[in-house]
């Protein structure tokens, strides 16, 4: 096996293992998709580990961060720079992270350039709220943190699927289909989150409209979709949404999450229903 193909077969399977929500609906993507979509999602999850680290600290994090998307921003980015960069925290930081220029070398020569800007642009966002320590205290506050750590995902997949067959979307109905799907894991963590002493609900708003929020955003997603008709991209979009808006009705009936034989049975609807 070559070692592309190797690389490529790890991504996948790291893929498996951090992704609850994006590995099935990647898997059914037309090979270039896969390969590129795997690789997009695989170097934002590098950063978000970072971002969502128990064990650094915000000013850790912050110069890590800013410092991966100055490398991310290069025209070549430096495997040896980032590799040094990321040394003294390897203990402590998860594989996706650590193989960040594996991820890259498996992304499509036409579109790395894209990945590569998305992701840097959400590693200074993600810096950017660990220096305010991710207090939210506005809905415009959660408006931009959801749009650094997740509406981004949304556009650079807007940008994927037309590089790959000249699909059109709605980049402002792709930043609140990302927007929806984040708020669902706002909601779902809600306590989690409390007992490490961080709250992404804005100040003075009540849970019920922090499901409003989530829906209202939601909805846009499905918005979104319509410009899409390229079959294996909207099962794709179809997935997740479906999801989020059953573990949103979940939450609402007092429930942590859905089981896995539901989300299970979700992905066969909709792969039946295509």
Not at 99 to 123: Q, Y
């Amino acid at each position: 096996m070559s070692n592309e193909k190797k690389i490529q077969k790890e991504a996948m399977s790291m893929l498996k293992d951090t992704s609850r929500t994006f590995y099935i609906p990647i898997t059914l993507l037309q090979p270039t998709l896969k390969k590129t979509v795997a690789s997009a999602y695989l170097c934002m999850r590098a950063i978000d580990e970072i971002e969502d680290s128990e064990v650094l600290l915000p000013q850790t994090k912050n110069y890590l961060l800013r410092a991966t998307s100055s490398l991310l921003n290069e025209e070549q980015f430096d495997a040896t720079a980032y590799q040094e960069l990321v040394a003294p925290h390897k203990d402590v930081l998860p594989e996706v992270t650590l193989r960040l220029n594996d991820w890259l070398s498996t992304c499509p020569d036409g579109i790395i350039h894209k990945v590569k800007e998305f992701t840097s642009t959400m590693a200074t966002g993600m810096a950017d709220w660990a220096e305010k320590e991710w207090v939210i205290r506005t809905k415009e506050d959660l408006d931009d943190y959801t749009y650094y750590v997740a509406g981004l995902v949304g556009v650079m997949l807007s940008d994927i699927w037309e590089w790959h067959d000249g699909t059109k979307t709605d980049r402002d109905l792709a930043i609140a289909y990302g927007r929806g799907l984040q708020t669902v894991n706002i909601l779902r963590n809600v306590e989690e989150d409390k007992e490490r002493g961080v709250s992404f609900i804005p100040d003075g708003w009540t849970i019920s409209q922090t499901f409003d929020y989530a829906e209202a955003n939601l909805a846009l997603g499905d918005e979104y979709m319509k410009d899409i008709s390229t079959k294996n991209i909207l099962l794709f979009c179809r997935i997740p949404l479906a999801l989020a808006k059953k573990t949103l009705k979940a939450l609402r009936s007092g429930r942590e999450k859905m089981s896995r034989a539901e989300v299970e049975q979700t992905v066969e609807e909709i792969k039946v229903d295509r």
